[in-house]
């Protein structure tokens, strides 16, 4: 009889141990199949800056390219903004180049940027663009989405969600000293 006793712990304890697994894993997987065709797409995608500045993502090119899908009224990408912020300015000698792209108004993302000091360009896009962002595989067009793009336009790193400044540069770092997929 204690053997059956025994077994809803064993459960409880496989759960925990299973569900701290997946945490552990979180964001380590390659990016999905048809992310490189996505990101030649993204590296096409021209669009107006917040000063109504027209802006190709593909000038950029040759740098690790970190674009960030964002809006001034969503709370996690608001939460990451500082983080990326500073990991762009410590970042930007070392062939680092932040990219937001805003789904949101001009007005509101000029704002922003004033009010927080991004450092890097903030692009303006309708919420149609994040339809291009199922390949690398947010379907649901969900926000923030951080895209992480090497020297040569491979997809390295899609993370679906805030970023910490410590996980966003624990993906750049390989990319500057290497080429190994994350």
Not at 73 to 100: H, K, N, Y
Not at 112 to 137: C, D, I, S
Not at 153 to 172: D, F, N, P, W, Y
Request: proline share 7%; net charge positive; with cysteine.
């Amino acid at each position: 009889m204690s053997k059956f006793r025994s077994l809803p712990a064993l459960a409880l304890i496989l759960a925990v141990l299973a569900a701290g697994a997946g945490l552990a894993v979180r964001g380590y997987s390659p990016p999905p199949r048809g992310a490189d065709d996505a990101a030649a797409a993204l590296l096409a995608l021209s669009l107006p800056d917040a000063h109504g500045n027209e802006q190709t993502v593909a000038q950029w090119k040759g740098r690790v390219i970190v674009v960030n899908y964002w809006a001034t009224w969503c709370p996690p990408c608001r939460a990451e903004i500082g983080d990326f912020t500073a990991a762009s300015r410590d970042l930007a000698e070392e062939g680092v180049q932040f990219v937001g792209i805003g789904i949101d108004d001009a007005g509101r993302v000029r704002a922003f940027g004033e009010r927080f000091a991004v450092p890097y360009p903030l692009l303006v896009a309708p919420p149609r663009v994040l339809e291009q962002t199922a390949g690398f595989g947010n379907a649901a067009g969900a926000l923030p989405l951080t895209v992480i793009i090497d020297r040569q336009g491979v997809v390295r790193h899609v993370e679906l969600g805030a970023m910490s400044r410590k996980e966003l540069e624990a993906r750049l770092r390989p990319l500057l000293g290497g080429m190994t997929r994350t």
